[in-house]
């Protein structure tokens, strides 16, 4: 499956953006996918996921509350919704995909989209 990830921009601290990851491919309800960011001179860090029917979400501690996760599997793309934004928040995203089951850890994902770039001014 190929991914692209598109929706990100600059704002203020408060703003919202909603990211989009279109998929090509009519496989993609049997992939779980995740969200993740990275920052200058940081780690990939996991940032939410939805399973494969849209049922299960799971976010980071550092999100929850603020940032929403949905797919539309019709449409074969998934979104993450992000309000009450942070310049803590800024970052390159990147939507990823991996069969089955879900998972936080940045390796289990094998297809990844380019990344969007966020970024949150205080």
């Known amino acids: 499956v190929q991914l692209q990830a598109s929706g990100g921009g600059l704002v203020q601290a408060g703003d919202s953006l909603r990211l989009s990851c279109a998929a090509s491919?009519?496989?993609?309800?049997?992939?779980?996918v995740g969200w993740f960011r990275q920052a200058p001179g940081e780690e990939r860090d996991f940032v939410s996921a939805i399973s494969t029917g849209g049922f299960r979400v799971y976010y980071a501690d550092s999100v929850k509350g603020r940032f929403t996760i949905s797919r539309d599997n019709s449409k074969y793309t998934a979104y993450l919704q992000m309000n009450s934004l942070k310049p803590e928040d800024t970052a390159v995203y990147y939507c990823a995909a991996v069969q089955g089951s879900y998972s936080d850890n940045v390796k289990k994902y094998n297809y990844w989209g380019q990344g969007t770039q966020v970024t949150v001014s205080s």
């Open positions: 491919g009519r496989t993609f309800s049997s992939y779980t």
